[in-house]
């Protein structure tokens, strides 16, 4: 069985460049979430999808980021002009409802030079 | 507001010594507990889901308990394959969201 994917695993951009995440989400899930992991922080929580739907996106910054679930294809996160600060690992999980356990892809990890 | 605390930070055991890392959490309303490990460079990998106080999970070397307020990962004759990063994260009740929110893990390093 297919776990979660994320591509690319490494992307590198220079500041104000554009950033886009993709992650495929186990095959039969329907529920995808996005999280963020700085280097020496936890992981942080970033927005909730399903499918053409935003859930909650209560911890994605107002400014330069954007997110969706089409009916078709992969979950996006898209960072707009970035920053080194948005240099980071992106993590990608998915649940089959709602509320389940969340199953984890290898991440992208994004540096901005 | 939700917070999740683990401790300790690092933790250094010889193959073969059992010990325990802490999960401290405050939340209004506990929808479930989930330990993962996280491998260097790697995506957090599924151990266990916790539900309600006096719950207990084992597979292999691990066992999770929890109470009203925090969660054990006992780990008993460890492995150096056992070093990783544990990280524990709860689901809170209430709203349609099923974020999940971390600790900041505890860094496994079994030596042989």
């Known amino acids: 069985n297919a776990g979660v994917m994320q591509n690319p695993r490494h992307l590198v951009r220079r500041r104000g460049q554009e950033a886009r995440l993709r992650c495929s989400p186990v095959?039969?899930?329907?529920?995808v979430y996005w999280y963020r992991q700085l280097p020496e922080e936890g992981l942080k929580f970033m927005v909730y999808?399903?499918?053409?739907?935003?859930?909650?996106e209560s911890g994605m910054p107002k400014e330069r980021f954007s997110a969706e679930f089409p009916k078709e294809g992969p979950s996006i996160l898209r960072i707009q002009q970035v920053v080194r600060g948005d240099s980071a690992a992106y993590f990608c999980?998915?649940?089959?409802?709602?509320?389940?356990?969340?199953?984890f892809g290898p991440g992208t990890r994004l540096t901005v030079l | 507001e939700d917070q999740v605390t683990q401790s300790p930070e690092a933790l250094r055991l010889q193959e073969g010594e059992s010990s325990s890392l802490n999960c401290s959490y405050t939340?209004?309303?506990?929808?479930?507990l989930f330990w993962y490990r996280q491998d260097p460079g790697k995506g957090p990998e599924f151990l266990f889901t916790?539900?309600?106080a006096g719950e207990e999970k084992e597979k292999e070397r691990l066992k999770a308990t929890l109470t009203k307020k925090e969660s054990f990962l006992h780990i008993t004759a460890p492995k150096p394959e056992d070093s990783a990063t544990y990280l524990c994260?709860?689901?809170?009740?209430?709203?349609?969201?099923?974020?999940?929110?971390f600790g900041t893990g505890t860094l496994l390093a079994v030596q042989p």
């Open positions: 994260a709860v689901q809170a009740t209430g709203g349609a969201t099923n974020k999940l929110i």
């Open positions: 939340v209004s309303g506990l929808r479930g």
């Open positions: 999808l399903q499918k053409e739907n935003i859930i909650d």
């Open positions: 095959k039969g899930h329907s529920h």
């Open positions: 999980a998915s649940s089959p409802g709602s509320p389940d356990t969340q199953y």
């Open positions: 916790l539900y309600s």
